[in-house]
Structure formats: structure tokens, C-alpha cells
């Protein structure tokens, strides 16, 4: 019996500082049934999807912190989106903002969900990866204060059944790191969601700032081929409060190749029926770890955080 899962990317357009969740869910709600009518089993929608990018502008009030983070899920303003999977049975990937009190202490993370078609929540995530400072730095254009406003994911990459397959999650900056993709390879996942806030200008290297598209191909493309798996990667994308957002939304093979991409700049859904034994071909057959991996001299990676040079 072969397993088929049809996926959508439902890239946005930019969402304003002062629209309210509310009318983001009604967008969203759009694209889910353009996606049902369409025959998708599931939706990837993108990075902090319920408002603005707010890590771009400095608070130091708690509580205009806090306005942007979900206390739970679902809440009032996205009851309607789980309501609706379930009405038409399409489950989605949604990422948000999330507060916590977990060991008796508040948390905030940067987090995803998996909800499957029956309307439950079936796995989360934790962006592990935090680009950006913590304190407010006047040189740049517009601020991107994520490890001021958010601690790294405390879940690891786990890996969930769901959907007839094996599925994993990461978000944003997680995807240009290959141990984001590996560790989930390590444990045989067979579709990579990941959602995207990319500012095309970026202020500690904006010599490659012409190169931005480029680069969030090459790593999604890479960590498709190289594990075997199937990649979907959405965009919050254009001109978001006067910030350029990268779009290119698009959904990879585990051959590396991309099967749909967006064209614009605004709300867009790109469909796409995956094949997931074409993983479990792949897996086995070109790639194979058990039989070519040699972790005995991998140790680095896990040894310590930064480079550690043996010529000193
Ligand atoms: N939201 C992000 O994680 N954005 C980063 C930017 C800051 C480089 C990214 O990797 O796309």
C-alpha cells in the first residue's frame, strides 16, 4: 500500500503590527480550505503565524512582552482554525508564540505544533536555534531581539506518527544548521515542516544579503537529499512594518528537488502529493546509515559549542 500524503506550504503576506489574531486566523482559515478543496491532508503554515514578527522591535515592559505570547493552545482567537481542521480534515502545522509555567517557573518559547485531522495536537516543537541578541543594538535597521524574548527549545528534535508517516519539526534558523535535520534523520522522519521569518537584510553579514534566496534553498534542499525526507519550508514574506521578509516558499523532495515554490509575496498555498516510501527507498537504498555512517569519528559535533582548534 503505497503512502500518500498531499501537503500544502501556506505561505503569508506581511501581517501588521495592529491586526489582530483574530483576523490573521480568518486568513489562515481561507488557506485551509483552498488547501481541503485542493486534497490536502496537511498544512505547514509558517514562524510565529499569529502576528507580527515582534521580535524586531526592544520591550522592557513584561507585560507588552507577554501581549504577544499564547498562554494556551487552542485559545479563544485559534479555536476556530482546530474547529475547522476537524470539520474538514486537514491538520496543520502552526507556529506561535508560547508562555509556559513548567518546574514551577514561566518559560517562553518559540514554539510549533502538529495538529492532525481530527483537530488534536499531535506533536511540538521548540525552536532550539535563537539567531539575534538579547540587548538593543542602535546600528541596526530594525532590532531581531529572539534570544531577548524567547530561551531555546528544551524538546529536542523529536519525531512523531502522524499522517501515516513519520514527522518532524523545525523552525527557521533552525533550518541552516545540518544537525537540525540529522538528528530527525537519525530517527527516520519522512516530512521536515518549518516555517520562516528571514529578513533579507542581515546585519552582522549583509555582504550576503544578494544571496538570501539562495541560501534558504541550498539548506532545506540539502536537508532534504541528505536524509532522505521531504521538506516543507513557509514564509511569512514582503514588506512586514517596513522590514523586507525573503519569501520562495516551496516544498522539497527527498531528492532535493523543489516540487512547488510560491511566486509571490503575499497569502499563497502551493500543493504538493508526496510519496513517502520514496523516503523509505531512499533511506535504504542511497543513503543507508547503518551500513555507511561512522559515529566513532563524529564526536566533535557533540563535544562542544564552538570550534576547538587543534593547532593551538
Ligand atoms: N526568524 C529567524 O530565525 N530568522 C533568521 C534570520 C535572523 C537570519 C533566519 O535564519 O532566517
Known amino acids: 500500500m503505497t503512502r500518500i500524503v498531499t501537503i500544502g506550504s501556506a505561505q503569508m503576506g506581511p501581517i501588521a503590527k495592529d491586526e489582530g489574531r483574530q483576523a490573521v486566523v480568518q486568513r489562515l482559515l481561507t488557506m485551509l480550505r483552498q488547501g481541503a478543496e485542493q486534497g490536502c491532508d496537511l498544512i505547514v503554515f509558517p514562524e510565529l503565524t499569529l502576528t507580527t514578527f515582534f521580535p524586531r522591535w526592544y520591550m522592557t515592559d513584561p507585560a507588552e512582552v507577554d501581549s504577544w505570547f499564547e498562554t494556551e493552545m487552542p485559545n479563544a482567537a485559534t479555536q476556530p482554525l482546530f474547529d475547522e481542521a476537524r470539520k474538514l480534515g486537514v491538520g496543520f502545522y502552526l507556529g506561535y508564540a508560547e508562555k509556559v509555567t513548567e518546574g514551577g517557573a514561566v518559560h517562553h518559547y518559540n514554539t510549533a505544533i502538529l495538529v492532525e485531522k481530527s483537530g488534536e495536537i499531535v506533536g511540538k516543537y521548540r525552536k532550539t536555534h535563537l539567531p539575534g541578541h538579547a540587548e538593543f543594538e542602535p546600528e541596526r535597521p530594525f ?48 516530512v521536515i515542516m518549518l516555517g520562516y521569518n528571514t529578513p533579507r537584510y542581515f546585519a552582522p553579514a549583509p555582504g550576503l544579503n544578494h544571496l538570501a534566496d539562495f541560501h534558504n534553498h541550498l539548506v532545506m534542499q540539502a536537508g532534504a537529499y541528505q536524509n532522505g525526507a521531504f521538506v516543507i519550508g513557509t514564509a511569512k514574506a514582503g514588506v512586514e512594518e517596513g522590514c523586507d521578509l525573503i519569501g520562495e516558499s516551496c516544498i522539497i523532495a527527498p531528492t532535493g528537488e523543489i516540487m512547488a515554490q510560491c511566486k509571490t509575496m503575499g497569502d499563497e498555498l502551493i500543493v504538493a502529493t508526496c510519496d513517502l516510501d520514496i523516503c523509505t527507498d531512499i533511506q535504504k537504498n542511497r543513503w543507508n546509515f547503518a551500513g555507511n555512517r561512522e ?12 570550534v576547538v582548534s587543534p593547532f593551538e
Not at 295 to 305: E, V
Open 143 to 190: 532590532q531581531h531581539l529572539e534570544k531577548r524574548y524567547f530561551e531555546p527549545g528544551n524538546l529536542g528534535f523529536p519525531v512523531f506518527q502522524a499522517f501515516g508517516g513519520v514527522m518532524g519539526m523545525c523552525i527557521c534558523n533552525d533550518r541552516r544548521w545540518p544537525e537540525t535535520y540529522r538528528v530527525m534523520g537519525m530517527q527516520g522522519v519522512e
Open 295 to 306: 559515529p566513532a569519528y563524529y564526536g566533535a559535533i557533540t563535544a562542544s559549542k564552538g
